[in-house]
């Protein structure tokens, strides 16, 4: 009778080559290769990795770019300058933008973004992770270009189209970029760092915005130029990070996936690049033959009988934020406040994006003792009970 630890998987850690698409290397041989620091804790990972880290939040700058060029159009609308330029219709004699643009920018605005994650993969893949976040930026920084020199709603919508295209390349291509540069040990907490430099970029935009109006409230455009500071520092900065090694891999280039293995991590004592690529190679191998085996799958089989469950447990986390309204209040938050009746639109806009930064940290520290359940279970309930008393005050405060 054959003992069950007979059974497990042999890790070992094979100091010489081997063939791409030997038995071992698929693992076809009941072994798995696995990296020498799989045994790190977090911590020693980051004193380990620290400089590949420093690449991770780099590229986690274009996040707080990201952050901040998706907001500032929520932000401009309700300054009366702006409203001058743009206005299509008048008020009680004065010029205003009607509800119709506004829902014209919004809406052609999201579905651009959607389109650029649908479409952000395919260029990640088929041109590279870096060269595909250049041609985002590239798309930002024109984004850029036209909202400074828009001087109609209809100008600025096109602006607000190519700019929300190039917001949506870029997050699909980072979370790409940074889950393949950072240890797996780590790897949810440089994401969640990328939702945190989000955060943070839009609420900058908020104190830019509160700034403009108190020093220069008959100009606009200058908001629109502290765009190219954040997307400048970026261009320069993203060249200093090497494309992945993953990618390099997959399209089987293996001297430049070693290079780029060793420019992030060849720093660390006793860093074996062949074996640590040898693993690499194995994972892949295994991807594609599980590819191979599933060829008859669907992707109709997320909502069969065994998977609908996760299938919906997935999508309705992220879903729930956007037909809760997160878009209007979040994306367009200074108008939204600037038609709710506040005083001080631009003051509270400030304070909801330091309370989404506290929201943010606490999730990262507490997913890893509470668990994701409870969080994400917890967050509806909150936001179930917000609901009705903001629901409330807009009823109060409508005319």
């Known amino acids: 009778m054959t003992s069950k630890d007979s059974e497990k998987p042999t890790v070992v850690h094979d ?17 798995v290769y696995e990296t020498k620091f799989a045994s790190l804790g977090r911590w020693a990972v980051v004193k380990t990795f620290w400089k590949a880290l420093l690449f991770c939040m780099i590229l986690n700058w274009a996040a707080l770019n990201d952050g901040f060029q998706q907001q500032i159009p929520g932000n401009v609308i309700p300054m009366q300058a702006f409203i001058n330029t743009m206005a299509d219709t008048t008020i009680n004699g004065k010029p205003a933008v009607s509800a119709r643009v506004v829902s014209y920018w919004q809406g052609f605005a999201e579905m651009s973004k959607t389109l650029g994650m649908f479409t952000g993969g395919y260029f990640a893949d088929r041109l590279g992770r870096k060269k595909a976040l250049c041609g985002a930026i590239v798309i930002l920084l024109g984004g850029s270009i036209a909202e400074i020199t828009a001087s109609g709603w209809k100008s600025w919508l096109g602006a607000a189209v190519l700019v929300r295209f190039g917001v949506g390349l870029a997050q699909s291509i980072l979370i790409t970029y940074v889950s393949e540069l950072t240890p797996f040990q780590i790897r ?7 939702q945190l430099c989000l955060g943070i970029g839009q609420l900058i935009s908020a104190i830019a915005t509160q700034l403009i109006t108190i020093h220069q409230p008959t100009k606009w455009r200058p908001l629109i130029a502290t765009e190219f500071i954040f997307t400048g520092l970026l261009i320069l900065m993203v060249w200093l990070v090497p494309e992945s090694h993953i990618y390099y891999a997959r399209k089987g280039e293996d001297d430049k996936a070693k290079k ?7 720093n660390i004592d006793g860093y074996d690049v062949e074996h640590e690529y040898r693993v690499i190679q194995h994972g892949i191998d295994a991807e594609r033959q599980l590819h191979l085996e599933s060829k008859s799958s669907s992707f109709f089989e997320i909502f069969d009988k065994h998977n609908w469950r996760r299938t919906l447990a997935g999508c309705m986390g992220i879903c729930s934020q956007w037909a809760a309204g997160a878009p209007i209040v979040f994306s367009y938050s200074t ?7 506040l005083k001080d639109p631009f003051l509270v806009t400030i304070i909801t994006f330091v309370l989404l930064i506290i929201a943010i940290v606490s999730s990262l520290v507490a997913c890893e003792f509470i668990g994701r359940r409870p969080l994400l279970v917890g967050r509806v309930h909150i936001r179930k009970q917000m609901k009705p008393s903001l629901t409330d005050y807009l009823v109060d405060v409508s005319p």
Request: net charge negative.
């Open 260 to 266: 780029s293995m060793l420019t992030l991590y060849g």
């Open 188 to 194: 949810g907490l440089m994401i969640g760092a990328y």
């Open 15 to 31: 100091p010489e080559p081997i063939d791409l698409f030997t038995k071992e290397s698929l693992g076809m041989n009941n072994q």
């Open 335 to 341: 108008y939204f406040f600037a038609v709710a009746g």
